[in-house]
């Protein structure tokens, strides 16, 4: 199938051709023709599928008729975080540029006068996450009652940061016989719920995950004797196994920030994106990636998610993910919509229980990938697993490194979760106090805004700008 049968109008097939692509995804496909004849959808699909274009199309096509109307979107989409829905309005201005169409983007971090100037001015869609939305909805900034067409994005990570009240009441504001296109990597029960109370009679796609089905990327595990010799690994690695580009995925902000650090003082060209950096530094970080200024990017997960880097030929897990859904997240940075690409994931004794858990989520054992330095064979209950050639290429660093020494254990900052993915309040206090309970819409808020309110000036691509 081709996109020029699925139902497009010309201009948006010739914005779809500009950017290279004739032959849409299976989300796009099942997706596209529903949503231009109007059905409400559940697309059980995740990031590295083609599902941003599966909603952005056909809505680009929907709103082409149609007037605006001050402080009145005709139609919303919901993210999690801010970087999504600004991928997503990238999306929007890539394929609405035969289009006079505009867009708002209501998220955290950004100061509000621009955005509620925008929606003055009318817009056809509005692109937000949901603590920013409530906000200036409370404040009687925005009506929704004309707002005919929903998507909620990201269903899942909305639960995991608590946003389902939320959406709940804004679901409530828009008027009932609208459109609603919900996209979800999983379907846990409360989404399901959420789906029964907000969808008329759903069409329901469901299409493989990039990762566990992707024959575009070969994965690997790579047993560590112990956490020490991670970072020894991960640099012969890096040097042996054709690295253009690559993420390196930590489960700690504090071990990210300590192995770009080290990364660079052993000659890699590195950086880092975590929690911890406000929104313009990590978007400046993302752009030194993108340009190919630095080659690898150390990265936390809720930092990571959902950016759209094309072309990375590496990922590495320098810890496996605690959360097993975290896992196809992160190697569906690598071999998307037609690039392969390749996955190493360093297994050190306590990072055992972790990867059976993603591996009976991916279905199926990973292969072992060998690196001396200490490595040796973790014990799985494969009879004989199939072994991957040790890495030989020539090496690629920049610099060449001075010997190694034995590099420090990494300082347990959390053992029962990933720092990011905690609302800053519900950590423990360093003085060991209990800290305040939070209500999950405050919860929410502050995994939105965290304390990186950023009042800087709007980079382009993430502003508030006509298509
Ligand atoms: P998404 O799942 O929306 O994050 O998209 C993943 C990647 O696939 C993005 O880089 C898109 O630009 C790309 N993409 C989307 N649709 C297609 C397509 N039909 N053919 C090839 N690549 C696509």
Redesign the pocket.
Known sequence: MK?ADIGLSDELLAA?HA???????A??AQAIPSVLMMKDIIGV??????????FVLPMIDILAHGRRRALMPRSLILEPTRELAA?VAD?FALYGVNHDLKMALLIGGVQMGDQVKALKDGVDVLIATPGRLMDLFERGKILLTGCDLLVIDEADRMLDMGFIPDIETICSKLPTNRQTLLFSATMPPPIKKLADKFLTNPKYIEVAR?ASTNTQIVQFKVPVASSRVKRDVLKELLRTDDVKTAMIFCNRKTTVRDLAKNLKQSGFSAGEIHGDMDQSARIAELDRFKDGSINILCCSDVAAR?L?V?GVSHVFNFDTPWHPDDYVHRVGRTG???ATGRAFTLIAPEDAEAIGNVEKLTGGKLTVFEVGQGAKPAATSEAKPERAPRAERAPRAAKPERAPRAPREEPEVQAEAPQDEKPRQDRPKRDGTKPPKVEPKAKAAAVEAGDDVWNGPVPSFLGISAL
Do not use: L
Not at 19 to 25: L, M, N, Q, S
Not at 46 to 54: I, L, M, N, R
């Open positions: 996109f779809v950017k290279g692509y004739d032959t849409p995804t989300i796009q699909a995740q990031t590295g599928t083609g599902k941003t274009a599966s991928q999306e990039p959902g759209d094309k998307r919509a037609g």
